[in-house]
């Protein structure tokens, strides 16, 4: 139950496109870890789980959201390869033109060692790289797992909506997408946006139970202003994504971007912390589970009183709690299986992360 900070120097931050670098960061632990990245930077912190090796694939289609046009066309929507394996053979196939001058849609590859990444931003601020897709190639093979983080330099959620915030998070592989979720409360916030994501044609989708809207391979469905907690349901994979709003549309914090877990991917404890920073006054987590099983749930060998929970009322069976916690470490249990999410909030400032053992 302690934890660790590892500070990686400034100058291996990621700059450009298309360029492949040797940035690649590998923990190796001898017992069972949680890794958190955090991007520490003032008024734009965010964060994101990593998930270990075994929870990568060779597969992947990006979420994330437009930069911020104008400061001269700097603040771009990108996305990051790392591999893990030597001689790993990606395609990448861009949902929009690139910086480094990569048509929409047209596939191109590249070639990684253990180590190596490469970053892709969009030709302009005003475009989102969401809908990407990354995939092995024959030659790659399925033995040479990598790991994608997607996300936007900073980003106004909605656009328009002031202040900008990096976000980033890693991508789940496509073959371990899902097709029904639950979107959570979040600290603080009044609003906040959902993206769902298809990654095959024909996906038909419903939002609490209403008529079902139609997506084919790399189209999404974006709900900005949202207030309430939904329930999504989906006739094949797809890619559920939330994020925080600007702070003069949600109230509270900046965007910050989590990648949902889907219903079946539970996990029964873990082990967190939060995020320090000046600006984040406020820290919470975000747990959905079974209403039959709301009295386990324990954080920090509590009870959590089950009046706090909420039923989904377009979908009976599950319910969701957002409970306040101090600075520090934590840990969530609960026999029957949770989803958890940990964020924090402040004046212009947010981060938000998934909470979970079961990745894979």
Not at 20 to 30: E, M, P, R, T
Not at 87 to 100: A, R
Not at 259 to 281: G, K, N, W
Not at 295 to 316: E, H, I, K, R, Y
Request: hydrophobic share 40%; with cysteine.
């Amino acid at each position: 139950n302690s934890v660790t900070t590892l500070l990686v120097p400034v100058a291996n931050e990621h700059a450009g496109s298309e360029v492949l670098s040797d940035k690649g960061v590998f923990i190796l632990a001898n017992d069972s870890v949680t890794v958190i990245l955090t991007s520490f930077q003032s008024f734009t912190t965010e964060s994101a789980q990593v998930f270990p090796t075994e929870a990568l694939g060779t597969s992947y289609r990006a979420q994330s959201y437009r930069g911020l046009p104008g400061f001269a066309d700097f603040y771009k929507s990108e996305l990051l390869v790392v591999a893990t394996k030597d001689d790993t053979e990606v395609e990448v196939v861009p949902s929009v033109n690139t910086s480094g001058g990569r048509a929409a849609g047209v596939p191109f590859l590249v070639t990684l060692d253990a180590g190596q990444s490469y970053q892709i931003q969009s030709a302009l601020a005003s475009l989102d790289v969401t809908g990407t897709t990354v995939r092995a190639t024959a030659n790659s093979g399925p033995c040479r797992p990598f790991a994608v983080f997607s996300g936007s330099m900073c980003a106004n959620v909605p656009a328009g909506c002031p202040a900008c915030d990096h976000i980033v998070e890693q991508m789940v592989p496509t073959d371990r997408w899902g097709q029904n979720f639950h979107t959570i409360p979040l600290t603080g916030a009044v609003t906040h946006t959902y993206r769902i994501l298809a990654d095959q044609n024909g996906t038909s989708v419903t939002v609490d139970g209403s008529a079902p809207m139609l997506l084919n391979a790399g189209q999404s469905y974006l709900v900005n202003g949202a207030s309430t907690p939904v329930c999504i349901t989906a006739d094949k994979p797809v890619s559920v994504a939330q994020l925080m709003e600007g702070f003069n549309c949600a109230s509270t914090g900046d965007p910050s971007m989590i990648e949902l877990m889907p219903d079946e991917r539970v996990t029964t404890s873990v082990v967190f912390s939060t995020v320090t920073s000046p600006q984040i006054a406020q820290h919470s987590i975000s747990v959905i589970m079974s209403t039959a099983n709301t009295g386990q749930l324990l954080l920090d060998g509590v009870p959590v009183a089950t009046s706090l929970f909420q039923a989904f009322p377009a979908c009976n069976g599950f319910s969701h709690v957002k409970v306040t916690i101090p600075a520090g470490t934590h840990n969530l249990a609960a026999a029957g299986g949770f989803l958890a999410y940990a964020m924090g909030a402040g004046t212009g400032e947010s981060y938000a992360f998934t909470l979970s053992s079961k990745a894979v």
